[in-house]
Nanobody, 121 residues
Framework: QVQLVESGGGLVQAGGSLRLSCAAS????????MGWFRQAPGKEREFVAA?????GSTYYEDSVKGRFTISRDRTVYLQMNSLKPEDTAVYYC?????????????????WGQGTQVTVSS
């Protein structure tokens, strides 16, 4: 069983940066695709970014392209720059038992508990 733990969230001013981390415990997630999703109050969970098993393929939601970067080694990271108030949400890390990423939350098998990101204007 893979357990995912996110960290790195917090309060930041607009234009600032944060780096989220997602670590696995109980089992390695090598060979798994990984994704980041977010959920703002009153909204559905939405896709943010994903990376394939090797790190050689990534994909981003349009609103974060050029600002966010997903990467991985033994940990999965989401570097978030030029943050905007509309980026405020709980951010979730997810693992997929497949080598290729997906933008659909239903395609992911394991989820972290989430970390809050708040961007003030």
């Amino acid at each position: 069983q893979v357990q995912l733990v996110e960290s790195g969230g917090g309060l930041v001013q607009a234009g600032g940066s944060l780096r989220l981390s997602c670590a696995a415990s109980g089992r390695t997630f090598s060979g798994y695709a990984m994704g980041w999703f977010r959920q703002a109050p009153g909204k559905e969970r939405e896709f943010v970014a994903a990376i394939n098993w090797s790190g050689g393929s990534t994909y981003y939601e349009d609103s974060v392209k050029g600002r966010f970067t997903i990467s991985r080694d033994r940990t999965v990271y989401l570097q978030m720059n030029s943050l905007k108030p509309e980026d405020t949400a709980v951010y979730y890390c997810a693992a997929r038992r497949n080598s290729m990423w997906s933008t659909r939350s239903n395609d992911y098998d394991y989820w972290g508990q989430g970390t809050q990101v708040t961007v003030s204007s």
